[in-house]
C-alpha cells in the first residue's frame, strides 16, 4: 500500500509522492482546509480570528509539515493526513484501503479503522459504510458457497503493466457531475492504480476510450487483461 501503516511523520517510509502532491494541490479547493494552511504560513492571532469558528476551536489539532495539513484527534495522538473534500481524491484513497490487492477487501470496519489511522476527513465513517456496501465484489463473495472449489491464484507477471485488473465500484456518493462509480485499472506487478469517474450507465465503448488514455497511451498494451464476466469488458467492441 502507498500509504505507511501509521502516519507520523518520522518514519523513514514514504508514501507515494503523486498521491500526496495531488492532497496537496486539492488543499486551495476546499474551503476548510485552504483556511488553515494559509493560516499555518503565518500564524497569528489576527489571522486565527479570521478562521471560521469551527476551524478555529480546533486550530490546536492541526498543524503542517512538508505541505501536507496533519490532525490529531486527542493530545499524543498520532497524526493524520487531512484529505481535503475532493470526492475522486477520497475515492482513491478508500480504494487503496479496501480494494487494492494488499488490502483484501475487508469489512466495513475493518476498512475505517485502517483508513482512519492514516487519513482524516470529516464524515469518514458515513463514507467507508456507503463504500463498502457498493463494492460489487464484497456482494459477490458474501454469497459464495463454501462447497467451492478454492481459488487459484493468478501467476505474478514479470514486469510493470505486463498484466493489469479492471473492476468497477458503482454506488458512491455522486460527484458535481453526478457519476457515482469507477473504472479502476490495476498493474498487477507494480500495484499502481488508475481510476476515473463514470456514470452508472457507461458502456462498453467508454470503459474501452479511458482504457486507451489511462493505459494504453501510458503504459502500451497489456499481454493480459484480468476482469469478471461485465459485460462491459466482454462486449465486442473490446475483442
Known amino acids: 500500500m502507498w500509504w505507511p501503516t501509521r502516519c507520523r511523520v518520522e518514519r523513514s517510509s514514504t508514501p507515494s509522492s503523486s498521491v500526496l502532491d495531488d492532497v496537496r494541490s486539492a ?5 476548510d482546509t485552504n483556511q488553515l494552511v494559509g493560516y499555518f504560513a503565518a500564524p497569528s492571532d489576527k489571522s486565527r480570528q479570521m478562521l471560521a469558528k469551527q476551524l478555529r476551536d480546533r486550530v490546536h489539532r492541526y498543524r503542517v509539515h512538508n505541505g501536507l ?4 484527534a486527542v493530545d499524543d495522538n498520532a497524526d493524520r493526513i487531512v484529505v481535503p473534500d475532493d470526492h475522486e481524491l477520497k475515492l482513491r484513497i478508500t480504494y487503496e ?3 487494492a490487492p494488499t488490502s483484501g477487501h475487508q469489512g466495513r470496519e475493518k476498512t475505517y479503522l485502517l483508513l482512519t489511522r492514516d487519513c482524516y476527513w470529516s464524515h469518514q465513517y458515513r ?3 456507503k463504500y463498502v456496501r457498493a463494492c460489487e465484489v464484497c456482494q ?3 454469497h ?7 481459488l487459484q491464484s493468478l501467476p505474478t507477471p514479470s514486469e510493470c503493466w505486463q498484466s493489469i485488473s479492471m473492476d468497477f465500484v458503482f454506488g458512491l456518493p455522486p460527484d458535481n457531475k453526478r457519476r457515482t ?3 479502476v485499472f490495476v498493474g ?4 499502481m492504480v488508475h481510476l476515473a469517474a463514470v456514470p452508472a450507465e457507461v458502456t462498453a465503448k467508454q470503459t474501452a476510450r479511458l482504457f486507451v488514455d489511462m493505459v494504453f497511451r501510458h503504459h502500451g498494451m497489456p499481454i493480459d487483461i484480468v476482469s469478471d464476466r461485465d459485460p462491459r469488458f466482454t462486449a465486442r467492441f473490446w475483442q
Do not use: C, E, M
Open 27 to 31: 488543499y486551495t479547493n476546499d474551503a
Open 144 to 150: 459464495v458457497p463454501f462447497s467451492q472449489a478454492p
Open 188 to 191: 498487477r506487478f507494480s500495484k
Open 127 to 129: 463514507w467507508v459504510r
Open 97 to 99: 484501503y479496501h480494494d
Open 140 to 142: 459477490r463473495v458474501k
Open 69 to 72: 495539513l496533519l490532525y490529531s
Open 181 to 183: 462509480g469507477i473504472v
